[in-house]
Nanobody, 123 residues
């Protein structure tokens, strides 16, 4: 069992930055692929970014955030981060952290999910 706790959300002006953190419990954090998803009001949850634990720790990004967001992980701290720069109002959503042991990291078939953290970008 893995428990995930997100933090770092908040209100920021367009063009600003935020860094989300996701702290994971458990001793096998390094073996999980970690992903960030988001859900805006009235919309379906969508993939944002992922970092896998195999194949050299490759990263994946949605086209809408590529070049602005960076995902990283610190296995010693059991934590994954999402650095969000040049934020836009359309980035406003609840951001969720998730963990999985295999499969396509860009799809929503993750095994464990956090409770989410709100990110609001004002124009």
């Amino acid at each position: 069992q893995v428990q995930l706790v997100e933090s770092g959300g908040g209100l920021v002006q367009a063009g600003g930055s935020l860094r989300l953190s996701c702290a994971a419990s458990g001793r096998t954090f390094s073996s999980y692929a970690m992903g960030w998803f988001r859900q805006a009001p009235g919309k379906e949850r969508e993939f944002v970014a992922a970092i896998i634990s195999w194949s050299g720790g490759s990263t994946y990004y949605a086209d809408s955030v590529k070049g602005r967001f960076t995902i990283s992980r610190d296995n010693a701290k059991n934590t994954v981060y999402l650095q969000m720069n040049r934020l836009k109002p359309e980035d406003t959503a609840v951001y969720y952290c998730a963990a999985r042991t295999g499969g396509n990291p860009t799809t929503s078939g993750y095994d464990y999910w956090g409770q989410g953290t709100q990110v609001t970008v004002s124009s």
